[in-house]
């Protein structure tokens, strides 16, 4: 593994930061590192094969263990070391396949991750391991806490892997994880590198922002749109007054890989099933439940239809206020909402009934003031300090790196990477990428993480910073949650570390702190007009603003559950014999439980949810719930979102301990009492849970 950066020497008085930093964590028994980004295809190749050779030789000495000889420390703990080091080298090819500017690369790292998950796969099937691992099961040791909860999940995991098959069978499951392992994989990539840029005329666009034509505009009269990148395709959405403008750009951003994926998910969801069932479930929904949260796919399924059927009311009266708005516009008194109208509409009845214009929020909300005033935020709460340190190694020029410490004791806890702006090649969406995790190494000092936040905000313009809306500055504090999720944590064993948690439950916790950005001491706190910043958002806007938000949630909340419900239906329902029908089935189900879809559409080409969460979008309302609850905490204490005990609570019971201990009781201990589904209810819309078909908890 190399890097082609070159750090600089430094005058002798000078101190390198992120040195001192490394120096400073020696004093606290711990490790901070920063990934060795490989910078060739060449690199990306020795980086598989030496991965493969270590973590086959580590595994070698496990399985050479005789029954009289095994350990807690020679298995489970082995193995988790050994699982470990693989993961370093795949989370950085991740993020190389994600964020390199090198397309070749990209591809290259495509092709290294098929390989590596290829032969990880085949490592549940070592039985050499699985014996040894078994052997110290069977001595039945006195284990406590996370040791224990190491040796009963890493039994399950055999179990799920089929080790309990006859080896025929165990055989054929293997081959079929390693294929599926491929196909997701191209299916993945095939929607990062999918790209369509859609000509419209000026007058095309009317309604959409002047800052935005000033950046689209590639001709006399000609602006291009991107249909793959998320806040272009929003801003046209949201904005764009001409109907068949709208209809035009979704029609394109619901077929973006669509001819690579279709196909593929003809062919994953039908392994899935069969893999599912050899190992004996129902479906893959009940499989890849089983180690969540709601156990099992019917609760899931019950879950959230009970929450559509709750929201229905609302849903139709929000409906029918979009119609009114667009038969004002259109003078047509048979007009309907389509799919393409929503957001237009949605925007106009919050610009029209609350007052409520997102595009002139922008000017409150310049990205760096946003940016500072979260980390002060989230610093004062959580006890932490965040200081710049110049990346050695940068994979994009405006990459910047920050050291996270406890402001109490000094101590070195993690590093961040920022990469904030959308390009071409780069993941189109929002996320938090586990480059190292943490955990409690061989020998005895602990490995502290480092991740990076890659996101695609709006680009700063010529005379202007990048303007957020308020929806973005919901996104970054959610997706800075994860990052604090990972860097505090205190996990000894990788598989338990910061947010390898049920997938049911990741999500709450940032879920919970968008809430940040809707209070107004929050938003005083860094949100002011750029070109005069004495002018704070007036408190009757925010107010309307949440006006706004509760009068069309139902709308955005009933679009989440098509998601869910046509997430667990393709993974309940679509087997070998009708594969032909997954498209179809897909596009029913989101037209039932939302809007029809557009004619000859295929939304779910471009769903990369179908792949890493599938049978699991619906934790995004499961977690949502939790999220809505865990709030009340914080808004019931003295200080209410800056409440540094309640930020501290959070802190040591639910982001330190990760997956350590049963997330039921860090929520309880964080909570202080039984959970209630009455905030989540209250927030969407869903007054009287009883009386509308809502769900009445969420376990």
Same mark, same amino acid.
């Given at each position: 593994?190399?890097?082609?950066?070159?750090?600089?020497?430094?005058?002798?008085?000078?101190?390198?930061?992120?040195?001192?930093?490394?120096? *400073?964590?020696?004093?606290?028994?711990?490790?901070?590192?920063?990934?060795?980004?490989?910078?060739?295809?060449?690199?990306?190749?020795?980086?598989?094969?030496?991965?493969?050779?270590?973590?086959?030789?580590?595994?070698?000495?496990?399985?050479?263990?005789?029954?009289?000889?095994?350990?807690?420390?020679?298995?489970?703990?082995?193995?988790?070391?050994?699982?470990?080091?693989?993961?370093?080298?795949?989370?950085?090819? !991740?993020?190389?396949?994600?964020?390199?500017?090198?397309?070749?690369?990209?591809?290259?790292?495509?092709?290294?991750?098929?390989? &590596?998950?290829?032969?990880?796969?085949?490592?549940?099937? *070592?039985?050499?391991?699985?014996?040894?691992?078994?052997?110290?099961?069977?001595?039945?040791?006195?284990? =406590?806490?996370?040791?224990?909860?190491? +040796? !009963?999940?890493?039994?399950?995991?055999?179990?799920?892997?089929?080790?309990?098959?006859?080896?025929?069978?165990?055989?054929?499951?293997?081959?079929?994880?390693?294929?599926?392992? *491929?196909?997701?994989?191209?299916?993945?990539?095939?929607?990062?590198?999918?790209?369509?840029?859609?000509?419209?005329?000026?007058?095309?666009?009317?309604?959409?922002? %002047?800052?935005?034509?000033?950046?689209?505009?590639?001709?006399?009269?000609?602006?291009?749109?991107?249909?793959?990148?998320?806040?272009?395709?929003?801003?046209?959405?949201?904005?764009?007054?001409?109907?068949?403008?709208?209809?035009? &750009? @979704?029609?394109?951003?619901?077929?973006?890989?669509?001819?690579?994926?279709?196909?593929?998910?003809?062919?994953? &969801?039908?392994?899935?099933?069969?893999?599912?069932?050899?190992?004996?479930?129902?479906?893959?929904?009940?499989?890849?439940?089983?180690?969540?949260?709601?156990?099992?796919?019917?609760?899931?399924?019950?879950?959230?239809?009970?929450?559509?059927?709750?929201?229905?009311?609302?849903?139709?009266?929000?409906?029918?206020?979009?119609?009114?708005?667009?038969?004002?516009?259109?003078?047509?008194?048979?007009?309907?909402?389509?799919?393409?109208?929503?957001?237009?509409?949605?925007?106009?009845?919050?610009?029209?009934?609350?007052?409520?214009?997102?595009?002139? @929020?922008?000017?409150?909300?310049?990205?760096?003031?946003?940016?500072?005033?979260?980390?002060?935020?989230?610093?004062?709460?959580?006890?932490?300090?965040?200081?710049?340190?110049?990346?050695?190694? =940068?994979?994009?020029?405006?990459?910047?790196?920050?050291?996270?410490?406890?402001? %109490?004791?000094?101590?070195?806890?993690?590093?961040?990477? @920022?990469?904030?702006?959308?390009?071409?090649?780069?993941?189109?969406?929002?996320?938090?990428?586990?480059?190292?995790?943490?955990? &409690?190494?061989?020998?005895?000092?602990?490995?502290?993480?480092?991740?990076?936040?890659?996101?695609?905000?709006?680009?700063?313009?010529?005379? =202007?910073?990048?303007?957020?809306?308020?929806?973005?500055?919901?996104?970054?504090?959610?997706?800075?949650?994860?990052?604090?999720?990972?860097?505090?944590?205190?996990?000894?064993?990788?598989?338990?570390?910061?947010?390898?948690?049920? *997938?049911?439950?990741?999500?709450?916790?940032?879920?919970?702190?968008?809430?940040?950005?809707?209070?107004?001491?929050?938003?005083?706190?860094?949100?002011?007009?750029?070109?005069?910043?004495?002018?704070?958002?007036?408190?009757?806007?925010?107010?309307? +603003?949440?006006?706004?938000? +509760?009068?069309?949630?139902?709308?955005?909340?009933?679009?989440?559950?098509?998601?869910?419900?046509?997430?667990?239906?393709?993974?309940?329902?679509?087997?070998?014999?009708?594969?032909?029908?997954? +498209?179809?089935?897909?596009?029913?189900?989101?037209?039932?439980?939302?809007?029809?879809?557009?004619?000859?559409?295929?939304?779910?080409?471009?769903?990369?949810?179908?792949?890493?969460?599938?049978?699991?979008?619906?934790?995004?309302?499961?977690?949502?719930?939790?999220?809505?609850?865990?709030?009340?905490?914080?808004?019931?204490?003295?200080?209410?979102?800056?409440?540094? !005990?309640?930020?501290?609570?959070?802190?040591?019971?639910?982001?330190?301990?990760?997956?350590?201990?049963?997330?039921?009781?860090?929520?309880?201990?964080?909570?202080?009492?039984?959970?209630?589904?009455?905030?989540?209810? =209250?927030?969407?819309?869903?007054?009287?849970?009883?009386?509308?078909?809502?769900?009445?908890?969420?376990?």
């Amino acid at each position: 593994m190399t890097t082609s950066s070159i750090i600089a020497a430094q005058p002798k008085t000078q101190v390198d930061p992120l040195q001192e930093f490394k120096k *400073r964590a020696d004093g606290f028994h711990s490790v901070i590192s920063l990934p060795q980004f490989e910078t060739t295809t060449n690199d990306l190749s020795s980086t598989v094969k030496q991965t493969i050779a270590d973590g086959d030789a580590a595994l070698d000495i496990i399985g050479a263990l005789k029954p009289s000889q095994v350990t807690l420390e020679n298995t489970i703990r082995a193995l988790d070391d050994a699982e470990y080091q693989i993961g370093l080298a795949a989370n950085r090819l !991740s993020l190389i396949k994600e964020t390199s500017t090198n397309a070749a690369l990209r591809d290259a790292a495509t092709d290294a991750i098929k390989e &590596l998950e290829e032969w990880s796969v085949g490592l549940d099937y *070592r039985e050499d391991v699985y014996h040894a691992i078994k052997a110290f099961a069977e001595t039945k040791p006195k284990l =406590k806490g996370e040791d224990e909860k190491l +040796l !009963s999940e890493t039994m399950r995991d055999y179990r799920r892997a089929g080790l309990e098959l006859p080896k025929t069978e165990r055989d054929e499951v293997e081959r079929m994880r390693k294929e599926l392992s *491929r196909l997701t994989t191209d299916f993945d990539f095939n929607i990062t590198k999918a790209q369509k840029p859609v000509k419209f005329t000026k007058a095309e666009l009317d309604g959409v922002p %002047a800052d935005f034509l000033e950046q689209t505009k590639t001709g006399e009269d000609e602006h291009t749109v991107m249909a793959n990148v998320t806040w272009h395709y929003l801003t046209v959405m949201d904005n764009a007054k001409r109907e068949e403008t709208r209809k035009k &750009l @979704l029609r394109e951003h619901d077929n973006l890989a669509r001819a690579e994926n279709i196909p593929l998910m003809e062919k994953i &969801l039908p392994l899935r099933h069969d893999i599912a069932k050899k190992l004996g479930y129902k479906s893959w929904a009940d499989f890849q439940t089983e180690v969540k949260m709601v156990k099992n796919a019917a609760t899931a399924i019950d879950f959230l239809q009970k929450l559509k059927t709750g929201l229905q009311p609302k849903f139709d009266a929000e409906l029918n206020e979009f119609r009114q708005i667009k038969v004002n516009e259109t003078g047509d008194t048979n007009a309907q909402i389509n799919i393409w109208d929503w957001r237009y509409f949605s925007n106009q009845l919050k610009k029209q009934k609350y007052t409520v214009d997102a595009e002139q @929020l922008r000017v409150y909300f310049p990205y760096q003031r946003v940016l500072d005033g979260m980390f002060s935020i989230y610093q004062n709460i959580f006890g932490l300090k965040f200081e710049p340190v110049d990346a050695p190694y =940068k994979w994009i020029g405006d990459l910047q790196l920050y050291a996270v410490s406890d402001s %109490a004791t000094g101590e070195p806890l993690g590093l961040f990477y @920022l990469d904030m702006f959308p390009r071409e090649g780069k993941y189109h969406h929002f996320a938090q990428f586990g480059i190292i995790e943490g955990k &409690l190494l061989p020998d005895g000092k602990y490995q502290r993480p480092t991740v990076a936040l890659i996101c695609n905000f709006p680009s700063p313009g010529k005379d =202007k910073p990048s303007l957020l809306s308020h929806q973005d500055v919901e996104t970054l504090f959610h997706e800075f949650g994860h990052a604090m999720h990972s860097i505090v944590t205190r996990a000894k064993y990788g598989r338990f570390s910061g947010t390898s948690v049920p *997938r049911d439950f990741v999500e709450a916790p940032s879920q919970m702190l968008e809430n940040w950005a809707w209070d107004k001491k929050v938003l005083d706190s860094f949100a002011a007009d750029y070109r005069d910043p004495s002018k704070k958002i007036p408190a009757e806007i925010l107010s309307k +603003l949440k006006e706004a938000k +509760l009068a069309t949630e139902g709308t955005r909340y009933r679009r989440q559950l098509s998601f869910g419900l046509m997430d667990l239906t393709l993974h309940t329902q679509i087997h070998e014999n009708n594969a032909k029908e997954a +498209l179809p089935l897909s596009n029913k189900v989101l037209s039932d439980v939302f809007l029809p879809l557009a004619p000859d559409t295929a939304f779910v080409a471009y769903f990369g949810h179908l792949m890493h969460y599938d049978a699991g979008y619906y934790g995004y309302a499961w977690a949502d719930a939790i999220a809505a609850d865990m709030a009340t905490v914080f808004e019931n204490s003295p200080k209410g979102y800056y409440d540094q !005990s309640t930020g501290h609570r959070l802190r040591t019971e639910i982001y330190e301990p990760g997956d350590s201990r049963d997330v039921n009781i860090s929520i309880d201990k964080f909570l202080g009492r039984p959970r209630s589904i009455t905030p989540f209810l =209250k927030k969407i819309g869903i007054e009287n849970a009883s009386a509308n078909g809502g769900a009445s908890r969420t376990n």
